[in-house]
C-alpha cells in the first residue's frame, strides 16, 4: 500500500486519533483525504476533505460511499465508549457499544468494499483495543465491543483477500485522547500511535500492536484467565 498515491478515508476524524491520521494522511502526501464526523462543522483540518457520516445510520453510510467512490485506502476510527459492565450496566448503552464499535465499523466495510474492489483493492485499517484482548471493571462493555470488532476484522480480512484488499488491525493501549481524558494513567501519544499504523499499512501487517501493554494483553492470551486477572484469586476454590 502506497500511502502517498492513495485517497484516504477516516471515519470519526474530527479529533483524537482520527485526526492524527486524517493529517498524517495528508502529510505522508496522500493524493486525497476525506475527513468524516457526524458534524462536518467539527472538522477544522485543512487540506481534508469533509464529509458527513455517521457509521450508525445506514443512509449517512451509503451517501458518503456513494460520494467517495476514488477511496483506496479506509480507516475505521469512529467508536464510543460508555464505561458500563455487563451484569448491572446500562443495557441501552451496551447495545449502543456494540452497534457502533461492531456493527457501525462493519456497515462502513461493508459499503465501502466494492469501492475498494474496484479501485485495485486497497486497504482497511480497522482501529481496535488492548482491550479486544482484556476485561475490565468499568468498561467490560467496551471490551465486548472490541472483541466482537477484532473477530470481525479477522472474517473480514478472509473474505476480503479474494479481491487483494489488505486488511490491518490496530491494538492499542490507553492513548492520550479525548476518550481517556478523566483516566490519570500512562498514556501514548496518538501520533505515535497513528505513525506505527500507517507504517504497518505500507509494509502489509495484519496487526499493529502500538505498545508493550498491548504486546503483553496478546500474549496472555494463552495464560489461565488466574494470570492475567489476579483479583480472580481464591474465586475458583470458594466456588467449588
Avoid at 38 to 50: C, Y
Avoid at 63 to 74: E, F, I, N, P, S
Avoid at 208 to 218: G, I, S
Wanted: glycine share 8%; proline share 3%; hydrophobic share 50%.
Amino acid at each position: 500500500m502506497n500511502i502517498s498515491a492513495s485517497t484516504a478515508l477516516v471515519t470519526g476524524a474530527n479529533r483524537g486519533i482520527g485526526r492524527h491520521f486524517a493529517q498524517q494522511l495528508l502529510e505522508r502526501g496522500a493524493a486525497k483525504v476525506y475527513a468524516t464526523a457526524r458534524n462536518p462543522a467539527s472538522v477544522d483540518l485543512p487540506g481534508a476533505d469533509v464529509l458527513q457520516l455517521d457509521i450508525t445510520d445506514p443512509a449517512s453510510v451509503a451517501a458518503a460511499a456513494a460520494a467517495a467512490q476514488d477511496v483506496t485506502l479506509l480507516v475505521n476510527n469512529a467508536g464510543v465508549t460508555t464505561h458500563q459492565d455487563l451484569v448491572r450496566g446500562d443495557l441501552e448503552q451496551i447495545r449502543l457499544e456494540l452497534d457502533t464499535n461492531l456493527f457501525g465499523t462493519l456497515a462502513v466495510v461493508r459499503a465501502f468494499a466494492p469501492v475498494l474492489a474496484a479501485n485495485g483493492g486497497g486497504a482497511i485499517l480497522n482501529v481496535l483495543s488492548r482491550m479486544s484482548w482484556l476485561s475490565l471493571n468499568g468498561a467490560n462493555a467496551y471490551a465486548v465491543a472490541k472483541a466482537a470488532a477484532w473477530s470481525m476484522t479477522n472474517g473480514v480480512r478472509l473474505e476480503l483477500a479474494e479481491q487483494g484488499t489488505l486488511v490491518t488491525g490496530l491494538f492499542l493501549s490507553a492513548t492520550d485522547t479525548d476518550m481517556m481524558a478523566g483516566w490519570d494513567i500512562p498514556k501514548n501519544d496518538p501520533a505515535d500511535v497513528v505513525r506505527a499504523a500507517l507504517d504497518g499499512i505500507e509494509a502489509g501487517r495484519f496487526e499493529v500492536l502500538a505498545d508493550a501493554d498491548t504486546v503483553q494483553a496478546k500474549a496472555d492470551l494463552a495464560a489461565d484467565p488466574s494470570v492475567v486477572y489476579p483479583e480472580l484469586a481464591g474465586t475458583s476454590a470458594a466456588a467449588g
